[in-house]
Nanobody
């Protein structure tokens, strides 16, 4: 059972930046895909960004310009850098991993963008 633990959420003012980190309980070399999704109240969970085992990255709609994803296989982590944050970025951000055909989710970390 893979465990994913997110960290780095919090309250930030509009225009600010945050870095989220997700630590996996086993080697990320064996994980096909790691990524970040977000879910705002009353909305569906949506892709923010994901990185494949070969380093290929994919971003959700309108995410690539302000968000960046990176994966460190030596630390078993995947990070999400978020810049120029807007109130509409407020959501619970979830880490996702796919390993041997099974999808795992973290518990989520709250990001609130507000003045």
């Amino acid at each position: 059972q893979v465990q994913l633990v997110e960290s780095g959420g919090g309250l930030v003012q509009p225009g600010g930046s945050l870095r989220l980190s997700c630590a996996a309980s086993e080697s990320t070399h064996d994980i096909l895909l790691m990524g970040w999704y977000r879910q705002a109240p009353g909305r569906q969970r949506k892709l923010v960004a994901q990185v494949l085992q070969d380093g290929t990255t994919n971003y959700g709609d309108s995410m690539a310009g302000r968000f960046g994803i990176s994966r460190d296989n030596t630390k078993n982590t995947v990070d999400l850098r978020m810049n120029v944050l807007r109130p509409e970025d407020t959501a619970v951000y979830y880490c996702k991993a796919v390993i041997r055909g099974v999808t795992y989710w973290g518990l989520g970390t709250q990001v609130t963008v507000s003045s």
